[in-house]
C-alpha cells in the first residue's frame, strides 16, 4: 500500500472526526467530582463517629496543609480537592488535545 499526502480536504475530515476536549469544562468537573468526594468520605467518617475517626483518610494532612478528619477539615478538603481536580482536569485535557493535533498532522 503506498502513501500519498493528504489532502486539505482529507484533513479537514480528520479534525472533525477527532473530538477535542474542552479544558475549562473538563477543569470545572473534575475540581466538583474530586472536591465534593473528599468533603463526603470527610463528613462521612464524622457522621459515622467511632473511637478512632479517620485515622487513615487523615493522612491526607501530610500532603493538604491544613487538612483534617474534621468539619473545618471537610471544607478545607473542599477546596483542595477542587483544586487539585480541577488541575489535572485541565491538564488531561491540554495534553488529549496536543496529542489529538500532532496525529492529524502527522496524517
Request: proline content about 3%; glycine content about 14%; aromatic content about 8%.
Amino acid at each position: 500500500m503506498t502513501e500519498h499526502p493528504v489532502t486539505s480536504e482529507e484533513r479537514a475530515l480528520i479534525e472533525v472526526a477527532v473530538a477535542r476536549m474542552r479544558a475549562g469544562i473538563l477543569a470545572i468537573v473534575f475540581a466538583m467530582v474530586s472536591g465534593t468526594g473528599l468533603f463526603v468520605a470527610t463528613a462521612w467518617l464524622l457522621i459515622k463517629g467511632g473511637e478512632n475517626v479517620g485515622a487513615t483518610l487523615g493522612l491526607l494532612g501530610n500532603y493538604l496543609p491544613g487538612y483534617a478528619v474534621t468539619w473545618p477539615g471537610a471544607f478545607l478538603g473542599l477546596a483542595h480537592g477542587a483544586v487539585i481536580g480541577g488541575t489535572m482536569g485541565w491538564l488531561l485535557a491540554r495534553i488529549y488535545n496536543r496529542l489529538a493535533r500532532g496525529r492529524n498532522s502527522q496524517a
